[in-house]
C-alpha cells in the first residue's frame, strides 16, 4: 500500500502561483511513476502531469504546458506541482497518484491516489 497525502491548495488570484506537495509513505518512493490529475465540477477528471520514477520523464497536458512544472525529490518522498499564471480555468480538485513502473503513465491507470486538494483562481 502507498498512501499519498496532497498539501498546498487554496484560493489565488489569477496569474498567482501554488505549489502543490503530494507526500507519500508506504512503499519505496522511488519505484513508482507519478501523476498530478484535476476534476473541475461537472467535468471529468483530466490528466495535468505525469513523471517517471527517477524524475527523468515528464509530461504536461496542453492546457497547463508552460505553466507548470512537476518535480520529484525521492530522498524526501514527495513529489510536487509548481503552478505558475494561474486561470480560473484551473479551478479544480487536485489529486495525485502514483504507480509502480518505470514509465510515465498518462491515462489514469494509477493503483493509488490521494484523497484531493482545492485549487480556487479567482478572476
Known amino acids: 500500500q502507498v498512501q499519498l497525502v496532497e498539501s498546498g491548495g487554496g484560493l489565488v488570484q489569477a496569474g498567482d502561483s501554488l505549489r502543490l506537495s503530494c507526500a507519500a509513505s508506504?512503499?519505496?518512493?522511488?519505484?513508482?511513476?507519478m501523476g498530478w490529475f484535476r476534476q473541475a465540477p461537472g467535468k471529468e477528471r483530466e490528466i495535468v502531469a505525469a513523471?517517471?520514477?527517477?524524475?527523468?520523464?515528464?509530461y504536461y497536458a496542453d492546457s497547463v504546458k508552460g505553466r507548470f512544472t512537476t518535480s520529484r525529490d525521492n530522498a524526501k518522498n514527495t513529489v510536487y506541482l509548481q503552478m505558475n499564471s494561474l486561470k480560473p480555468e484551473d479551478t479544480a480538485v487536485y489529486y495525485c497518484?502514483?504507480?509502480?513502473?518505470?514509465?510515465?503513465?498518462?491515462?489514469?491507470?494509477?493503483?493509488?491516489w490521494g484523497q484531493g486538494t482545492q485549487v480556487t483562481v479567482s478572476s
Open positions: 508506504g512503499r519505496t518512493f522511488s519505484n513508482y511513476a
Open positions: 497518484a502514483a504507480k509502480r513502473t518505470i514509465v510515465v503513465v498518462i491515462t489514469s491507470l494509477y493503483d493509488y
Open positions: 513523471i517517471s520514477y527517477g524524475g527523468r520523464n515528464t
